[in-house]
T-cell receptor
């Protein structure tokens, strides 16, 4: 069962903000939204996560809608190094034994000069 | 600092050969995961270790796949009698905490993966 829906690809101009949407309409109250990214030929890398409130760290911002059915990952000033596949993942201790990650197909983001 | 390392980075095997893929997790990490990533797809869970105990092997696709972590650190994923459909990137990840009481802030750290090609 797909827990999240993401567009397969999107382009972004270098220096501009990249806004990556994710739909998780069946999310339950105890499930967190996580974002990972995978640069070509590397393993996935944690970016950020949140439950209800918006979150910000040195890499990105996460905006979660009030009904929690969707979220947006924001890369404020995209660089060429941000070209990667971005995965939106929904998880909780109740649904994901041991904390394993259930990846979908993600969004291929290409940052162009 | 040292992250998760995997070896070899690339492996080419003839159909029917056995292969062994190694994962060195971050020192002191209790949890270790193996994932399989087919071309153009997201990683899929294979198996989970808490220290030396394999607590979940529900994702292993067949009995040709076997994983071990005998001393609770280094892990090996072995595939016997490889088939073409086994061609994929095999990713290892470790996490500081173990068990089901993981906190939302407990991050999984991934290695670079081993790309297996079965001819």
């Amino acid at each position: 069962d797909a827990k999240t829906t993401q567009p397969p690809s999107m382009d972004c101009a270098e220096g501009r903000a990249a806004n990556l949407p994710c739909n998780h309409s069946t999310i339950s109250g105890n499930e967190y939204v996580y974002w990972y990214r995978q640069i070509h030929s590397q393993g996935p890398q944690y970016i950020i996560h949140g439950l209800k409130n918006n979150e910000t760290n040195e890499m990105a911002s996460l905006i979660i809608t009030e009904d929690r059915k969707s979220s947006t990952l924001i890369l404020p000033h995209a660089t060429l190094r941000d070209t990667a596949v971005y995965y939106c993942i929904v998880r909780s201790r109740k649904t994901d034994s041991w904390g394993k990650l259930q990846f979908g197909s993600g969004t291929q983001v290409v940052v162009t000069p | 600092g040292a992250g998760v390392s995997q070896s070899p980075r690339y492996k080419v095997a003839k159909r029917g050969q056995d292969v062994a893929l190694r994962c060195d997790p971050i020192s002191g990490h209790v949890s270790l995961f193996w994932y399989q990533q087919a071309l153009g797809q997201g990683p899929e869970f294979l198996t989970y270790f808490q220290n030396e105990a394999q607590l979940d092997k529900s994702g292993l696709p067949s009995d040709r796949f076997f994983a071990e972590r005998p001393e609770g650190s280094v892990s090996t994923l072995k595939i016997q009698r490889t088939q073409q459909e086994d061609s994929a990137v095999y990713l290892c990840a470790s996490r500081r905490t173990g068990g089901i009481e993981w906190a939302s802030t407990d991050t999984q750290y991934f290695g670079p993966g081993t790309r297996l090609t079965v001819l």
